[in-house]
Structure formats: structure tokens, C-alpha cells
């Protein structure tokens, strides 16, 4: 489906981390301009390199002159147990600039929805994190949303499974020798590549739906062993070894995965946003990555 255009963003992403580059990246191809913010000076240099005009949020005369030009705001960066760091340092930034922003994005996660037990979930759902870091998710989308309403902004949520794209997925995890193969009997989750994820925010910049939430996922829930089992395949490596799910090797936020069994819905992404995942299941995903990673 073809997009509407979209004059050249000027867009600031508070969280200046894995996909808040990309999406940085992406303003800058639509020949935009491109502000994120770091606490880490090696971080804004990074940023810096790559053509990214890099903010320190503490410096809020800094953090003001990016909003005041700012036409949209995508926040990637995690709450916290005091609530949504990007929330407490923008709507001052917001009020002192008297910045209007055509759009703000706050990226969530898929732990909002909790363990459906190999269920479907939907955005209308009834909202049951089984986590604290889900729980402080919640908080955070329902903060933003009211915020938005008491600016008379237009504030999107995006709930995001797990990311995967170039230097983070199972190929490199395969590559590099720290894979692991965690098999839990009927456990299926969805992913999404940080393109698709990226380009789904851009096409709701040009169909904004105030407050509207949107679960962006790829097209197919997998269980992890058969997507591990799927790298290891294309890579001509063996299986990684397979460990329990309370093995020390097991890092914290892999554990977090395997506590919610759920299928994702994106069909409102799809209907309302117009947008189409360009790798609607991982094997499309990882057959790119190991494709580009094998040009010259």
C-alpha cells in the first residue's frame, strides 16, 4: 500500500539506543533532521559519527532548543521505578519551548499484555503485566496519554515485542558462541525487525490516530528453539547446547520472554497505518541479515 508523503521530519528520539539510531538514521535518509539523546558522552559521540545531533538530557537548555524544532518525538527509552524518564524531562522541555510537535510516540512493550497461555492479544485487551518491568509499562502508557490530552497532543503508543535486526539476533548470538537453546513444550512469542518497527512509526507520522495503541509484530509467532534451530541452519553451524530455563547462562531479560506464551496481533497496524511488516516472519528476516552481512 502506498504511503501518503511526508514532508522531511525533524525528528528527536529520546533514548539514543539500538532502535532510536535506526530510527534516527531513517529521518535522516527522508532528508530530515535528526536529534537523540544520551547520558553517555561515548554514546553522543557514536551518534555524533553518524550524522545524529546528540543531546545530553540532563542539559535542559539543550534538550529545549531540540524540542522547540522538533515536528515529532519518539520515545524509546525504559521507565524506571520513578516512572518515564523521557516524560519528566520533555514536558518541561515542552512547556518552556512552547513546542507543539506534530506527533509523539512512546515505544511500550508486549509484557503490558502478560501470559495469555498460546492466546491472541489485541490492543483493546485488558492490559495484565506479569512483570515489574511490565507493570511499569502500564504506568508509563497511561502517563503519556494523559499527558498528551492535558497538552493537546497527539501521542501514539507502540507496543514492540522483541527486536532483532543487524549485530542482534540468533546469527550473531550463534556466531560469537553465547547462543542458547531454551525449549519450553508449547511457548510461542512474536518478534519484529527493527526496520519494520521503524518504518511503522513513520507511517503512523503520516496517519496519526491520537492515542491510539498499536502492537507491532511480525506476521508469525514462533517458539525460540525453532527460530535458534532456523540460524543455525542458514549459518552451517550446530545447535547451540541446550540448557534449562533457570541456567545461570540465561540472561534476565531472555528468562522474561519465556514468562508470557502469546500469539500478537498487528492487524490494526496493518488497517489503520496502512503498514506492512518487509520481513513478516524470521526466516525472511534472518535470510536479509545474512545476506547483507555477506556483500563486500
Known sequence: MTQPALAAPSLLVFGGGYLGLEAA?????????????????????????????????????????????????LVTAAPDSA????????VPALTASGAYPDWIGYVSSTAVYGDRAGGWAFEDDDLNAASVEGARRVRAEQDWLDAGRGMGLTVQIFRLPAIYGPGRSPLDRLRDGTARL???PGQVFNRIHVADAVSAFFASMARPHPG?????????????????????????????????????????????????????????????????????????????????????
Do not use: H
Not at 83 to 90: R, V
Not at 213 to 226: C, G, K, S
Open 25 to 73: 538514521r531513517e529521518a535522516l535518509r527522508r532528508q530530515g533532521r535528526a536529534f537523540a539523546t544520551s547520558r553517555d558522552p561515548a554514546r553522543r559521540a557514536e551518534l555524533t559519527a553518524a550524522g545524529v545531533i546528540a543531546v545530553d538530557p540532563a542539559d535542559a537548555e539543550a534538550l529545549k532548543a531540540a524540542v522547540a524544532v522538533a515536528s515529532a518525538i
Open 83 to 90: 516512572g518515564c524518564p523521557g516524560l519528566k524531562a520533555l
Open 182 to 184: 531454551v525449549k519450553k
Open 212 to 296: 491510539r495503541a498499536y502492537t507491532l509484530a511480525d506476521d508469525e509467532p514462533a517458539r525460540a528453539d525453532v527460530v535458534m534451530a532456523g540460524a543455525a541452519t542458514r549459518l552451517n553451524l550446530p545447535l547451540p547446547p541446550e540448557v534449562a530455563l533457570d541456567d545461570p547462562s540465561v540472561s534476565d531479560a531472555m528468562r522474561r520472554f519465556y514468562n508470557d506464551n502469546k500469539r500478537l496481533s498487528n492487524a490494526r497496524a496493518k488497517a489503520e497505518l496502512g503498514w506492512r511488516p518487509k520481513y513478516p516472519t524470521w526466516r525472511e528476516g534472518l535470510d536479509a541479515l545474512i545476506s547483507s552481512s555477506s556483500r563486500p
